[in-house]
């Protein structure tokens, strides 16, 4: 199947600074991606559509000014997140669907202290 | 987007068969129905895909009645190594896929 990688795996960061988060296709391209947030025993919930070449698209709810996505490739998405606070401590997934099905990265764990 | 139902939880024991049902009332005539397993600390992982009928592969099954409004994962002899939540989501193209709550599925020796 389809692969699709992040990095970094684990980041921790001070409140007040900003991390970025890459989420890559290996072995396809995708022009659009899709960023996903998970806290501890909840489900996946969408953040925001990651479109190659134009802006992304956010969910209801997500700050798009804390959240800054970049699609500046058709095999790279990043997610920044600003000014973090605890808050934003959370597992972090993208993917992308090459085909019929949507291939998740492996996530990011970003702990915010 | 069509909305998906499961249960949130299910116990079976290793060696049996496991069945995991979701409702989609509301699906589209060119949605899909896929399911995937999440462990924890992982990105979700694709088991099964189908649109009617019948659907096997390697780990599992997948079984959608003619109106298309449920479906079926079935896990043949499952193991320890199978608990895991389990997602049935319903989409289509680039559609977004919305996730439910899943099925935490647990497996007892």
């Known amino acids: 199947g389809a692969v699709v990688s992040q990095h970094p795996s684990r980041v921790i960061c001070k409140s007040g600074t900003s991390v970025k988060i890459e989420c890559r296709s290996l072995d396809f391209q995708a022009t659009t991606m899709f960023w996903y947030r998970q806290f501890p025993k909840q489900s996946l919930m969408l953040m925001a559509t990651s479109n190659e070449g134009s802006k992304a698209t956010y969910e209801q709810g997500v700050e798009k000014d804390k959240f800054l996505i970049n699609h500046a490739s058709l095999t790279l998405s990043t997610l920044t997140v600003t000014s973090a606070h605890p808050e934003d401590s959370s597992f972090y997934i993208c993917s992308a669907k090459p085909h019929l099905e949507q291939y998740f990265g492996p996530g990011t764990r970003l702990t915010v202290t | ?109």
Request: charged residues 15%.
């Open chain 2, 1 to 109: 987007l069509a909305k998906t139902t499961q249960p949130i939880s299910m116990d079976s024991y290793e060696g049996q068969e496991v069945n995991i049902t979701c409702s989609h009332n509301n699906i589209a005539t060119n949605d899909y129905i896929t399911w995937y397993q999440q462990f924890p600390s992982q990105g979700p992982r694709f088991i099964i895909q189908g649109y009617k009928t019948k659907v096997t592969n390697e780990v599992a099954s997948l079984f959608i009645p003619a109106d298309r409004k449920s479906s079926t994962l079935s896990l043949p002899r499952v193991s320890l190594s199978d608990t895991a939540v389990y997602y049935c989501l319903v989409g289509a193209g680039d559609d977004k896929i919305i996730f439910g709550k899943g099925t935490r599925l647990h497996i007892l020796p």
